[in-house]
DNA sequence: ACAATAAATTAATATTAAATTAACATCCAG
DNA sequence: CTGGATGTTAATTTAATATTAATTTATTGT
C-alpha cells in the first residue's frame, strides 16, 4: 500500500522529531528537512501529498518557500499547509495569500494534528473551504513573549499571574491543589500566607472573565474552556 | 502483598539517591537508572507501576524516553511521572504531550514527594481519562478533573461526596461499613455525628439516582450498577 | 542611588458552599 | 406494635474561598 506522503520543514529539529513522529505513527510516509530551499527540492524529488512548512525559519522563511514551490509547474498544486507559533501574527500571512491550504497553530497535540492532517487531505479531492484554526478553548499563552490571547486579543501579565495561568493552562480541566500551585508557581522554601493564592486567581478572573477558572472548594483550581 | 514498584531515571547521583531513599523508606521498591535508555530496558525487565523520569537528561531526554516506553506494547500504559527542574518550561512538555500522567518539579521535599507518588499510583485504580467509552448506564468518576461521568454527563461533586463515591466505586459490589467510611473518607480521629453518612449518601443518590447505591441494613452501603 | 511605578503579599472582613447536626419520619425484623 | 436502624428535610455551623484595601517588596528609569 503506498501510503500518502507529508514532507515536513521545520527549523527546529525537536518539533520535526515530535511531529514527525506522531504522522508516522499514524501511517503517514515523512520525509522531513530543516531549510526551505532544500524542502522545494526534496519536494520536486518525492511529490509529497502535503506539505507542512514552518513560518519562521532562517534563510527562506516558509512563505517564500511556499511561494517558490508555488512557482514550480511540476509540484505547484501540491497541499501546503504552515505551521506557525501561536501568537505569531497570522493575519499577515493570510494577508499575503501565499497560498496556504491550511493553517496550524504550534504547540499542538498529536490527535488534533492528526485530524487536521487528515482533513486536509481529505479535502483534496473535494475542493472545500480552507480552514483557519479552529482552537481548543479560546486563552492561550505565548511564552517567548509572555502574552495571553483571549479571542484574539493580547494580554500582558505579570510573573505570577502568567506562571499561575499558564500552570492551569498546561492541562485544562485538571484540578490543581494549593499545594501543587504553590510548589509549581512558588517553589519550595517559600511560605506564602494562605490567600495569596486566592488574589491571584481574582486577579486572573478580573483580567479572563469569571468562568474561565473554577474553583473547586477543599481540593483545589481548574481551568475550563 | 508485593510493594509497588517504582523506576526512577535521573543522571544526577545526587538526585537519585535522595529520592530513592525517600521512596524506599515509605516501601515501594524502587530502582534506579542514570540513563534514559538504560531506563527503557530495565522497564522492560521489571514493569514498573510507575516511573519517575527526569526531563533534562544527556543522551535521551525524558520526554524521547517516555516516547519510546509509550511504543513498546508490553509496558506503554505503566505510569509515567515527569521530573524537572523548577522554572523549565512545563507548560510546553505538557503542550506537547508526550503522555506523561504527572509532572514534578524539583527540588520537591520528600513528604510532597510521597503523596504526589500516592496520588498518581491511587489513580491507576480509580477513573481513568477522558470517558472514551462509556457504557450506558454506567459511573465513572475523574480524580483528576475531579469529575464524575454519568452516561456521558459530566457531574461536579463537592468534597466529602466525591470521596465518599470513589470509595464505593473502588469495589463496586464490595459493602462498606460505617466504620470503614468514616475511617477512609473522614479519616481516624474526627468524630461526627450518626447521621453524617446518611446525609452523604442521600446526597449521591439525589445525584446519580436512587438505584446505584444500596444499603445493607445493619452493615453498611455498596456501589452496584 | 533615588524616586516612581508596578507587582506581590498580607490583612481584615465578607461571602458562600459544604458539612454537619437536629428533628422528625419511615421502614422492617422480631 | 415496637425499637433500632436508616431515611429525609431543613436549619445551622464550619471551613474554605472571595474580596478589597493596605502594605511591603521588586523593578524601572533617571
Known amino acids: 500500500m503506498s501510503n500518502e506522503k507529508i514532507l515536513l520543514v521545520d527549523d527546529e529539529p525537536d518539533i520535526i522529531e515530535f511531529l514527525g513522529y506522531n504522522l508516522t505513527k499514524e501511517g503517514y510516509d515523512v520525509t522531513t528537512s530543516t531549510s526551505g530551499k532544500e524542502a522545494v527540492e526534496l519536494a520536486k524529488k518525492i511529490k509529497p501529498d502535503l506539505i ?38 497570522y493575519s499577515q500571512v493570510a494577508g499575503l495569500d501565499a497560498g496556504a491550504d491550511d493553517y496550524i497553530t504550534k504547540p499542538i497535540k498529536p490527535r488534533l494534528l492528526v485530524s487536521r492532517v487528515k482533513a486536509i487531505l481529505r479535502r483534496k479531492s473535494g475542493g472545500e473551504e480552507v480552514g483557519v484554526d479552529e482552537q481548543e ?17 493580547e494580554l ?18 485538571k484540578v490543581f491543589t494549593r499545594e501543587v500551585i504553590l510548589e509549581s508557581v512558588w517553589g519550595g522554601e517559600v511560605v506564602v500566607g494562605d490567600r495569596t493564592i486566592d488574589v491571584h486567581i481574582r486577579k486572573l478572573r478580573e483580567k479572563l472573565g469569571d468562568h474561565y477558572i473554577k474553583t473547586i472548594k477543599g481540593v483545589g483550581y481548574k481551568f475550563e474552556s
Request: hydrophobic letters at 40%; glycine letters at 6%.
Open 137 to 153: 478553548g479560546d486563552i492561550k499563552i505565548d511564552r517567548e513573549k509572555y502574552l495571553v490571547y483571549k479571542e484574539g486579543e
Open 52 to 89: 507542512l512548512l514552518d513560518v519562521m525559519m532562517p534563510e527562506m522563511d516558509g512563505i517564500e518557500t511556499c511561494q517558490e514551490i508555488r512557482n514550480v509547474a511540476d509540484i505547484k498544486n501540491t497541499l501546503i499547509a504552515f505551521l506557525s507559533a501561536r501568537g505569531e501574527d
Open 156 to 173: 500582558s501579565f505579570p510573573k505570577k499571574e502568567f506562571e499561575l495561568l499558564a500552570l492551569l493552562l498546561s492541562k485544562p480541566g
